[in-house]
């Protein structure tokens, strides 16, 4: 019943969809709909209320469904959705001033002499309008009204027209900012979460271990990371319709002929181009630069953008006035004078020290205050002209809601898809597929492609998203990253906008196109650039680096980097290492052998001890990374025959696992019917446990007597690599780690020289001074000895000495010996370190140096620019984990 009540749900919420019902009421109706209708059937039929829901009760499922649609919202935390209304209010203001007309008219004054080059300057116009307003609607009807007459005129293709046009449209789905991106990086923050525990779990079913290493972790996402991962296939995506475009002028002129310009490419043609482009282009780098070199968040640059939307609309709709720039002037003069008051003063009031600070502050105040002004000044003309301010503000709290409503519908919607065990179904669907990992994706992007053809990217987003993406996420043979996920989904989500028959950028195209375009040619012109889009994908799918390098270079680049220790960083650092010891192993070696040839002997024991130890381990970890990748290599040679075998028996571990959840299931429901019994059921349930658990039976036989050997052997393979892993790290922190101690030992020797005279000056007090006096001097002198690296040796007998002093009956005798005892060792520290600093420092900063970039990388507080670029580079990949469940 279970799945009866599953079909109900869909059925109810297609049936309201098709029927045009608004989409925000049709999931969360559908949703309690079913729930209720499947609790009073099953308190009707079966006496319990939650007999055909897979676990709970309605109660329990309709409280979920309203957990879950506080969770979009409520929750402070999660603020990505922040950024939606800021953009959309980009995006409208800058439709409503006439820019994107102004681009038009002029990218193809400018283009049109190249063949295709109307149809060029479109997509271009379409990628600047994605990265400045995302309004797929919006950009279509523009570039519709103004370029389609255009390209007709000239004798363009009909289909190659609106295809361009319809394409160029809906690149803003994709290209950020995109709100596409944002509800994405919202659904799969969740989803990750959801992952890592799926794998935690599956971790678990596999070794029997109870923790899984964090290096095997799912990583989440943000709505800044989606923007960089999506914006080198974005341009991709332009750059391959351009090349159609082109390609297509070039062997069929008379379809895409080329058009010459009737003015004069002069001084006055080129600063319209200019006051036309470069406005745009500066407001895309001020939000997506703003967000790539972690200056700002995507909130913030959300509202970079409307501020910049309205600065731009404020100077565009007062055309032909004298003063048409000033607020845009006031504006850009301010923000110039924030940045250099930024850069050469310290803006921190409660840092103030000299006028020359009170300065920076006064003149950071004014021109804050003159960026407040051209806000306002720019703000009350929209507001004066035309009204353009209060039909933009609706516009945006209409759309706004709009997302909002339907994100909370699908947040029930969601709950009451899991009340019916359709989670689970969708897990055992996919997961039951023959391939793998790339089986299972392929066939949830054909269904969004599909469903591409019906619903909205809003709907796909938050419906279909919460449902299959922790399953991809969690696969370890695969290891995707969210990043890489979001995008693929992104530009598939992308073919909603552009498929016939229902797709959006169709209509509003439709709509705005002379009765002499059939609707027929719009389709036909669409083809070639869906067929575009799927190549994209293809692209992007067997490239992920592509997607995932950016967010990991700014992430590795950005003040707040993870630190070279970070367990997701080690295999990539060994690489980094390996390749250094391959280009500079003869000087390393030699800068080892200087180290391990200095004297030590002056030294407490301990101290040359750990030195000579640290210097051993620097040879013991050049050979330890030797052993690391020979074991890894082992790995590798033995997974060939491993892996088939592994993939065949955690198939029928799977099998296993079903069976005795259905099982289970069965055996609950039998216990249910006992009070009222319905003996031709009872007797089918019976037989088909009976088989369940002869299945269960059969399923372990098959597994074979040898496998509990070769996992054995196998995991001692990859035992032995972890521990010859492990074995490096620990040698290398400490080749690195002893000789820095020593330094900074040596480099503390002024501090610990200057406190000789105040040391040895408290032995008066010590011995007749009053008590709390000489107790507050102890531990003042024990504190400034502590702070000075090595010295912990004086301080300890000075605190001692101090609880002597400090007792109910003072015990002078003892103070004095632990004082002592504090004297002679400074006396003895004094020696060493002065004879260190003569004789050892210059040797261990040439040894530091050599190992530093190589042995002594985890040891760093960050990675320097190269080392971040390697990683970055490195870990982009999607690197099979698989052979560790």
């Not at 850009?332 to 250099?340: A, D, Q, T």
């Not at 067997?542 to 080690?570: A, D, E, F, G, I």
């Not at 820095?740 to 010590?766: H, N, W």
């Amino acid at each position: 019943m279970e799945l009866f009540f599953l079909v109900v749900l869909v059925v109810i919420m297609a049936t309201s969809l098709g029927s045009g019902f608004p989409v925000a009421f049709a999931l969360p109706g559908a949703a309690v709909l079913t729930i209720a209708l499947a609790g009073v059937s099953g308190y009707l039929f079966a006496g319990d209320a939650g007999a055909f829901f897979h676990t709970g009760d309605p109660w329990q499922w309709l409280s979920a469904g309203v957990t879950n649609l506080r969770s979009v919202y409520w929750v402070a935390e999660r603020d990505t959705l922040i950024a939606i209304p800021l953009f959309i209010f980009m995006g409208i203001m800058l439709q409503r001033s006439k820019i994107a007309e102004d681009l038009l008219v002029t990218m193809a004054q400018l283009f049109g002499p190249v063949p295709g080059g109307l149809g060029i300057s479109v997509v271009f116009v379409g990628a600047l309008l994605a990265a400045t307003t995302g309004i797929v609607g919006a950009t279509v009807v523009a570039m519709g009204l103004i370029s389609l007459p255009a390209m007709m005129r000239n004798n363009y293709s009909t289909p190659l027209a609106t295809g361009t046009i319809a394409a160029s449209g809906t690149l803003g789905q994709i290209i950020p900012p995109s709100i596409v991106l944002i509800i994405l990086a919202d659904q799969l923050a969740s989803a990750t979460d959801q992952a890592g525990n799926m794998r935690k779990v599956l971790f678990k079913q596999a070794t029997g271990e109870l923790s899984m290493p964090s290096i095997f972790d799912v990583g989440s996402t943000s709505a800044g990371e989606m923007f960089l991962g999506a914006l080198v296939p974005g341009l991709l995506l332009v750059g391959i319709y351009m090349l159609f475009i082109l390609v297509f002028a070039m062997i069929k002129p008379s379809a895409a002929p080329s058009v010459l310009y009737d003015g004069k490419f002069d001084s006055g043609f080129w600063k319209k181009v200019a006051l036309t482009l470069v406005p745009p282009l500066a407001l895309i780098f001020l939000v997506l630069g703003s967000i790539i070199a972690g200056v700002a968040t995507v909130n913030q640059a959300g509202a970079i953008g409307a501020a910049g939307a309205l600065i731009m609309a404020g100077y565009r709709l007062t055309e032909g006035t004298r003063s048409r720039y000033l607020p845009a002037i006031l504006a850009i003069s301010s923000i110039i004078v924030l940045g250099v008051v930024l850069s050469k003063f310290e803006m921190n009031i409660k840092l103030i020290r000299t006028p020359y600070d009170l300065l920076g502050i006064w003149l950071g105040v004014a021109a804050a205050f003159g960026l407040l002004v051209a806000l306002i000044w720019s703000g009350f003309r929209v507001y004066r002209i035309e009204d353009t301010l209060h039909g933009v503000m609706l516009e945006t709290a209409k759309t706004t809601a709009l997302v909002f409503v339907i994100l909370m519908g699908a947040a029930i919607l969601t709950a009451s898809f899991r009340a019916f065990g359709g989670e689970d179904l969708v897990r055992n669907f996919l997961n039951g597929l023959p391939g793998g990992f790339w089986s299972k994706f392929t066939v949830v992007m054909g269904v969004i492609f599909i469903l591409g053809f019906f619903l909205d990217f809003i709907e796909i987003s938050v419906v279909v998203v919460p449902i299959v993406a922790p399953i991809l996420l969690a696969d370890p043979s695969a290891n995707i990253t969210a990043v890489w996920l979001g995008v693929m989904i992104g530009l598939n989500i992308q073919t909603s906008f552009l498929t016939p028959p229902f797709g959006f950028a169709l209509f509003y195209l439709r709509g705005v196109a002379p009765a002499s375009v059939k609707t027929t040619q719009i389709y036909k012109g669409v083809i070639p650039f869906i067929g575009l889009q799927i190549l994209a994908l293809l692209i992007v799918g067997l490239t992920p680096s592509m997607v995932n390098y950016l967010p990991s270079r700014v992430s590795l680049l950005s003040q707040t980097s993870p630190p070279p220790r970070n367990p997701k960083l080690q295999y990539c650092l060994e690489q980094y290492v390996s390749g250094k010891l391959d280009e500079n192993g003869g000087s390393i070696l030699a800068a080892i052998s200087t180290g391990q040839a200095l004297d030590v002997s002056f030294l407490p024991p301990k101290l040359a001890g750990n030195l000579t130890k640290g210097f051993a381990d620097a040879t013991g970890a050049i050979d330890s990374l030797g052993a690391y990748f020979a074991a890894g290599k082992t790995v590798e040679a033995a997974s060939g025959a491993y892996r088939p075998q592994l993939i065949r028996v955690r198939a029928i571990e799977k099998e296993i696992r079903l069976a005795k959840a259905e099982a289970k299931v069965l055996s609950r429901t039998l216990q249910r019917k006992n009070d009222q019994p319905d003996l031709a059921q009872v007797e089918i349930d019976k037989a088909r446990l009976a088989e369940l658990q002869t299945r269960i039976e059969s399923l372990k036989t098959e597994i074979g007597p040898d496998w509990a050997g070769v996992y054995s052997t196998f995991r001692g393979l990859l035992t032995a690599q972890s521990s010859a892993e492990a074995t490096y790290r620990r040698q290398a922190d400490n080749a690195y780690g002893a000789a820095t101690k020593m330094l900074d030992i040596i480099d503390s020797t002024d501090k610990f020289t200057s406190l000789g005279s105040e040391l040895r000056a408290m032995r008066v007090a010590v011995e007749s001074g009053e008590s709390k006096a000489v107790e507050a001097a102890l531990k003042d002198l024990g504190k400034k000895f502590n702070r000075v690296a090595g010295a912990r040796a004086v301080a300890s007998p000075l605190s001692k000495a101090k609880k002597a002093v400090r007792s109910k009956k003072a015990n002078r005798t003892k103070a004095l010996k632990q004082f002592d005892k504090a004297v002679a060792e400074y006396d003895a520290q004094l020696v060493w370190r002065e004879a260190a600093s003569v004789n050892l420092k210059q040797g261990l900063i040439t040894y530091q140096a050599a190992i530093q970039g190589n042995l002594g990388i985890r040891m760093q507080k960050k990675l320097t620019r190269e080392q971040a670029l390697y990683l970055a580079a490195c870990g982009s990949g999607h690197r099979d984990i698989s052979l560790s469940f």
